[in-house]
């Protein structure tokens, strides 16, 4: 004759009940936290395609971050390209005039302010880093201090050789130069600049130009205008590049919403459905709950009566 314990009445619905606990547990993460599951071993065989798109959106982002950086300073090259070029022309048209006068009056003043600009433009920096000193970031690209200094130093000491530009990654398998060297952008003019200032520093430009003064003005007039034009080369060469940046960003984003899409079809969960799983769980529960509270009371013997 098998044996029948009262102790065992409860058990089938004391499992009933942990279940339902399990469930209204699982769907209450689920609500707050709007993901299936809250590790990699809840998605099953997809663990493996949501951990490649995770780095692939990391390095995503690492791309998009750099191309901001780069907008940011194409952008700041571009109004201090801007501005050497129309410090050169605004020189170069000064002289012209002095030669047409035939006076040595401002001119200077004029080498003054063009060298003052140049450099200035030239010595732009972006958090501590000199936009046109290439990989040698860290120091000025023009260090020299004043007109005089230019024109009793060496033009390599007062405007040292370029150091390589710095080259970034703005996309897969693609590289942009960060930005021109200030030797390559002003070397012809500060050199014009320089031989001018050698000559006022031996024969000061006041008065009535002399022969040699208003020769060494017209050298220097053609010396200008291939500088000026270097400098809009320059320009539209950042230009071009800045063009480049801004479509891979333009791209990078594109594929950064798409990887969005195809994360949040594996990980998230659909929000009224889990709203409805929650509200069947919290009812099997309480189910469960209250079957559990009245077979715990019970006994064989009451049975048997």
């Known amino acids: 004759m098998t044996r029948v314990s009262s102790a065992q ?36 065989r997809e663990a493996q395609t949501l951990v490649s798109a995770q780095r692939l959106v ?19 090259q571009d109004v201090a390209l801007g501005r050497a070029g129309e ?11 002095n030669v047409g006068l035939e006076s040595g009056e401002g001119v200077r003043s004029s080498l003054e302010e063009a060298f003052a600009v140049l450099k200035d433009t030239m010595n732009t920096n972006l958090g501590g880093r000199y936009l046109f000193g290439g990989v040698a970031n860290d120091t000025a690209p023009v260090p020299v201090a004043t007109l005089t200094d230019l024109a009793a130093n060496p033009l390599a000491t007062s405007l040292p050789p370029g150091a390589d530009p710095q080259v970034m990654r703005v996309e897969e398998g693609r590289t942009v130069s960060a930005g021109l060297n200030a030797e390559d952008v002003i070397s012809v003019a500060m050199g014009a600049i320089k031989r001018l200032a050698e000559i006022d520093e031996a024969t000061p430009f006041s008065g009535p130009l002399t022969p040699a003064q208003k020769q060494a003005i017209q050298d220097e007039l053609g010396t200008l205008s291939a500088a000026f034009d270097g400098i809009l080369g320059a320009q539209a060469e950042n230009g071009r590049l800045l063009k480049e940046v801004d479509n891979a960003s333009t791209r990078q984003t594109s594929q950064m919403e798409a990887l969005d899409g195809a994360i949040g079809g594996i990980v998230n969960v659909d929000l009224a459905e889990v709203a409805v799983r929650l509200n069947q769980a919290q009812f099997s529960y309480q189910a469960s709950a209250g079957v559990f509270n009245v077979l715990r009371t019970m006994n064989l013997l009451d049975a048997l009566k």
């Not at 990391?58 to 700041?76: C, D, H, K, P, S």
């Open 9 to 44: 009445i409860p058990m089938a619905s004391l499992a009933h009940l942990s279940k339902a606990q399990q469930e209204v547990v699982e769907a209450a993460r689920q609500s707050s936290a709007q993901t299936k599951a809250n590790d990699l071993k809840g998605y099953g």
């Open 58 to 76: 990391a390095r995503t982002q690492g791309f998009i971050v750099t191309g901001r950086e780069l907008q940011t300073r194409m952008q700041i």
């Open 87 to 97: 410090i050169v022309g605004k020189l170069k048209e000064d002289l012209f005039q």
